[in-house]
């Protein structure tokens, strides 16, 4: 059998936590607190579990775990390794959890198809292409160097990014999809003007008074 990644799933996904996180209203945002929001789970480092007696090394992950501690879903995090990497593998880790994905599989395919979903899952909750689209099309340069400054990921996370971009034609996306787009835009308006205002917003109240005098001389 082949797996497929679902990136429909993943990209549907992380477009609705988008729009109704109270917490996310530009970016960077506290991936914390909206681990809190959605889910009610706790985050814990490292230093803390070890201070608790807790076998950090049995978690099998350098960054980032989500695991069951008494009865509760809890992520445990490295305080020790960058910022941005943390973030990206917390809600790596999230994404496993809200895509309903198997962690016991041995099937190596299956386990390949999981991660790259919840890879896709994390870069659009960090980078939500909407906005770098828009970006884009107001004349904003999207590098790594914009990713890793303006979304406070790290540069593989950036590089990746820019990859998955380049292979995605947005006009291509399933309505189910496009959906979002324009809501997702409102939502994070400010922000995107922060970075580039949109050339001739205001100027268009101007310009379609002219349209109309023009149209009147026309009768």
Known sequence: ???????????????????????????????????????DIQCCSFKRAQEHNVDIEAFGSNSAILTEYFGRQIIFYNQLDIDERVRFSMLHEIGHYLLNHDMDTANKELYEKQEIETNFFAAQLLMPEQTLL???????????????????????????R??????????????????????????????????????????????????????????
């Open 162 to 219: 820019i990859g998955t971009m380049h292979k995605i034609n947005p006009d291509f996306r399933s309505k189910d999809e496009k959906e979002f787009d324009d809501l997702i835009l409102m939502k994070y308006k400010m922000f995107l003007d922060s970075i580039m205002p949109a050339k001739n917003q205001y100027n268009w109240f101007e310009d379609e008074y002219e349209r109309q005098m023009e149209r009147e001389h026309w009768y």
């Open 1 to 39: 059998m082949t797996y497929k990644p679902d990136f429909k799933k993943a990209y549907i996904l992380a477009n609705e936590i988008l729009l109704k996180s109270r917490i996310i209203n530009a970016f960077p945002f506290s991936v914390t607190q909206l681990i809190k929001e959605i889910l």
């Open 134 to 160: 828009e970006l884009q099309s107001r004349g904003k340069t999207i590098d790594a160097d914009f990713l890793i400054t303006s979304f406070k990921v790290s540069k593989e996370a950036a590089n990746k």
